[in-house]
Every structure is written in C-alpha cells, then in structure tokens.
C-alpha cells in the first residue's frame, strides 16, 4: 500500500473523515460538506450517526466532488479521542471501502495533529491485511481494489515522521499473521528457519542451531518434541544491538514454535485439529517483533529466540511416561505429549538466560484453558516479577493488544511433582494455564521472567476489531513493540 502525507485538499476515490460526538465536524468533514452541497448534514440528519465512537456512514456517487465514495467516522468526544480510536477510524475506513473499486483512500485530516493522522494510516494498514494468495478463484469485485492511501494535513512532514516507524510495526505484525496464517506443509521448522535467517536483511543477526547443535547442548526437551517429525527441530536466535552499548543487559524474548501440533501420542481429537498450524504464534510474535524492533532501528538490545519444531506420532516419537533431561539438568516425565510447548519454551528459555538477560518474556499458543479462564480478549501474564507484569499491563493498555495476569505460587507448583522425575508436564484437571507456567517458572530462578499464554488471542475465528482479519491476529508485536519503546529506548 502506497503511503503519502501533503497538504493539498483534492479528493479522489474514497475519502474519509472524521466526525465527533454531537455530529461535531472536524475541518475536513467541514470541508467536504461544502463541496457535496450538504450531503454530509443530511447524511447525519437523515440516520441516526452522531459521531459517537465507532459509528459509521458510508456514501456512495456523492455529488459535486471527483470522489466516489465517501466515508464518515465517528470518533467520539473531540477531547478524548487517543491514539487507538485513531487507528480504528482508520481501520474501519478502510475496511469500508477495501473492495469498493476505488484505488486510492485520502483521509482528510487537516485540522488534527501528526499522531493521529500517523495513527490512521497504521490503522488502515493493518485492517487491509488479508492471506489471499491460495486462493485463484477470487471474483474480481472481491479483490480489494485500494492500492494507496494519501493523508491531507497541515504539516505533512511531522506525520510523515510519525508515521515512519509505524510502518515497520505494521511489516512486524503482518509478518506474524502471515507465519501463523501458513499451512504446516509450507511452514515447518526448516522454512521457518530460513524465514528467521532472511531476517539479516533489516539488520539483524541471525543464528540457527539445528539438531546436532541441540544434542550438543543437552537441549533434550526441546528435541524430545520434534524427533517423531520428518523435519529437523531448529532453534533460531535473532540479534538486535541498538543500544548505545552493545554489552548492556539485553531483553530476551521466547516464542512456542510449534508449527502444527497433532498432540504427538496423546493425539487429539481431529475437529478443529487444523487450526494447529499456528501453534508457533508465538514464535510469530518474537520474529515479527525482531523485524519490527530492526526496521525501525529502536534503542534497545533485543534477543529473540524461537525453539521450532513439529509434534508428530511416529515409531520414534515420545511415549506417555518417557523420561528426558533438559538442557539446565532437570528431568521431566512426559505424562501428555500433548503438553509439548513447555517442553520446548524451557530449552529455548535456558538458551536464554546464557545472555543474562535483564528480563525474559516468553510468548506461546501454550494451553486451551486459557481461552476458558480470558476468552479471546486478553492473553494471560505470568510472571515472578510485579514490575515486569505492571510494564506489560501498560504496554496492553497502549497498544490495544491487552494482558490479564494470573496468579503463580507454591500451592500450584506442587502439582507437577512427579513421582519418578523432577516434574511431569501435567498437573491435574485444574488451574491448567497455571500449572503450565509454574512448568516454566522452575527454570527461570530470580531473572525478572514473565510468561504470556497467547491461545485465546494469536488466531480467531471472529472479531469486532476492525484492525483485525478473519484469523492470525500478529498478537504480541504491537504488545511488544509499545513495551520496548517504553521500558528499553530511553
Ligand atoms: N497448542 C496447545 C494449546 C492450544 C489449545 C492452543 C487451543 C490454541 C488453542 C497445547 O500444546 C496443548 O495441547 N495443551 C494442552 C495441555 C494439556 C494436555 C495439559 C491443552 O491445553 O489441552
Ligand atoms: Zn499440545
Ligand atoms: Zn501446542
């Protein structure tokens, strides 16, 4: 999508402005109502719009201006309208009139500041995101038609600074909707591996450690996931130095990369089992955040590493009550192969913690019970460490992308005493989110670690955000983007 910000009002294709609460026009919609004769006011008059936040107009062969169609946004109360409700604007713009035939999409936001118009593009950017390219049968007034978006400002070169760096979260999060929207015959751990490694073009450094690596390195949790698989388990490290000193304490992230799940031997049931394929949504997360973090050259010294592999029944896949020593020296009896992100977050977690980081976040599709305990509308934060969690709730709440923390302790620990190992990776049919994250919590000692269970919010089936398509949501990369910003570039 072509991007340009200038200060000159002509109008084209689909133009869109914004209206506030009480039908309270904006300059632009100002604007527009004069050169339509009036359709604007009794557009509002004739329906109930009142600019309330969320509420929309779409209108279509507008008289007296060279554009086809028009779109009204309501924003709201004109003195609370933050950045979020910018990009919905835009996103529902765009979304409005994506298939409309008209090619370019002009936002007339001449009397606001440069974050919102900034905002608006980002917003429009993410809502034209689709995962069209295995389908030929497409009809041709189903294909989205707009190809550009231009913004009328007033200093067309502060949006397009503020702009800038929204671009490379926008790649970020359409990166993660596109690993976690491939199907697992296309993105397995090999190609995901080398879609890690192209990463070195934006900058950063790239390091794949494959199965002898691992072996190695003892990293037999991990490999105990991936070895029913016909595909080599990978572990890919992602490097960003942008820190004025490259030896600062880094943060490191972690992500699930389990590019389809079948459950292993403890199979599961096969309804729904396609949805699988984005069992490595927190890998996406991690690597679509690196391209972010990379593209817009942020401050900071990040690490992301993504442990990949696939879950399998096979000859040579793990057994229920099979027996494995990870990489830090503690054993694990393998009571479900079906609970196999855990196995595969604590190898990647002690790689981790080689870096002494300052912090360790991991990201994983990691438990169907925590789309029981949250739904779809926040992912569920753990962690041993108030201000890492409280960072991340502001970093949700900034982002639109939210987090809701859940408790972890030593009356849930001992859940997953094993009576022939250290631990099982089972607890019992409680709390299953918790006893997941007290898994990874035995392998995380006092570096300030958080966990983020992303099943109820990287894929779903449906969504009222308008910046968000029908599936993959790329969730966590505006999350994380928001909370290097914050925390890290000072
Ligand atoms: N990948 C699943 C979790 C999941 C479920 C992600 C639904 C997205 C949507 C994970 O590996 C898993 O199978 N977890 C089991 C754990 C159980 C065996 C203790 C679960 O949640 O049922
Ligand atoms: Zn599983
Ligand atoms: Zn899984």
Redesign the pocket.
Known sequence: MKVSFSNTAKYEGAVAVPVFLDNRHSKGADALDEATGGTISRAQKGSRFHGKDGQTIVINAPSGIAAQTVFLGGVGDRDAVGVLDWEAFGARALKSVQCSGAKTLVFDMRDLDAPASARAVFGAQLAAYRFDKYRTTLKDDKKPSITAVRVICSDSAAAKSAYAPLKETAEGVILARDLVSEPANVLHPESFAKKAQDLEEYGLEVQILDEKDMKKLGMNALLSVGQGSNYGSKLAVMSWFGAKDRKEAPLVLVGKG?CF?T?GI?L?PGAGMW??KG?MGGAAAVTGTMRALAGRKARANVIGIIGLVENMPDAAATRPGDIITSADGQTIEVQ?T????RLVLVDALWYGLRFKPKQIIDFA?????I?IALGHENAGVFSNDDALAGALDSAGKASGETVWRLPIGAGYDKLIDSKYADMKN?GGRGA?SITAAQFLHRYVGDTPWAHVDI?GTAWKDSSDDPREPVWATGYGVRLMDNFVSEQCEG
């Open positions: 389990v799940d459950g403890s599961k949805d699988m069992d479900n079906d609970a196999e992100g599709t990691l438990t169907g019970a789309i089972i299953g099943a």
